[in-house]
């Protein structure tokens, strides 16, 4: 398994501020990932962090909206950019370790108001 | 989008009752997992069954798998009220949990 930590927890922000994410863990992992999960709703994969290559982002979601970072095996920023109060909701990393298991951070609380 | 579909949506029950899930997915898998969130916080994975294999033991947690039917089961037997939570079932079809697919999750809520 491993251990991963958020910071922050959570965040009370003013539309248009940016927000950065921090997800931490406690060993190396090749595949890192950023999840949504707005209020009532399940996760929604927003993008994949690579190791010294650019995110790779699914459908719906682009880096000038949500610009992630990956200097390290071990670390990976989410930036919230532009934020609106659609951008209310629960973001969390989590990792792949085990081979077929993804473990989830505590995830970071985010309200726009 | 293969997003899996779970009821129910909320089930309430008394603490010392079974609780059972259902998620049903669309296409072919590699392997089901479930999570559980604790309100609004991080999941804690649960169990993984993969697609060879029709139950898994886990506790007092018991997972079944249908492929045929494209459906799986979580059953908890002798609910507690720390129970209480939101269950997610997440399909991998890549064998690599690389690209895993939520379902919308049931609501338990165990009372005293």
């Known amino acids: 398994s491993a251990v991963i930590s958020q910071k922050p927890s959570r965040d009370i922000c003013q539309r248009g501020t940016s927000l950065t994410i921090q997800c931490q863990v406690d060993s190396q992992v090749t595949m890192m990932f950023w999840y949504r999960q707005q209020p009532g709703q399940s996760l929604t994969l927003i993008a994949t962090a690579n190791q010294g290559s650019e995110a790779t982002y699914e459908s719906g979601f682009v880096i000038d909206k949500f610009p992630i970072s990956r200097p390290n095996l071990t670390f990976s920023t989410l930036t919230v950019s532009n934020m609106s109060p659609e951008d209310s909701s629960i973001y969390l990393c989590s990792v792949v370790a085990g081979r077929e298991t993804q473990y989830f951070g505590p995830g970071t609380r985010l309200l726009v108001l | 989008s293969q997003q899996g579909e779970e009821d129910p949506q909320a089930l309430s029950i008394q603490e010392g009752e079974n609780a059972t899930m259902n998620c049903s997915y669309k296409?072919?898998?590699?392997?089901l997992q479930w999570y559980r969130q604790n309100s609004g916080r991080g999941l804690v994975h649960l169990i993984l069954i993969r697609s060879n294999e029709r139950e898994k033991h886990s506790g007092r947690l018991r997972v079944t798998l249908d492929t045929s039917k494209k459906s799986s089961s979580l059953l908890i037997t002798a609910s507690r009220a720390a129970d209480t939570a939101s269950y997610f079932c997440a399909t991998d079809d890549t064998g690599t949990a690389s690209k895993l697919t939520f379902g919308t999750g049931t609501r338990l809520q165990v009372t005293l």
């Open positions: 296409t072919s898998i590699n392997n």
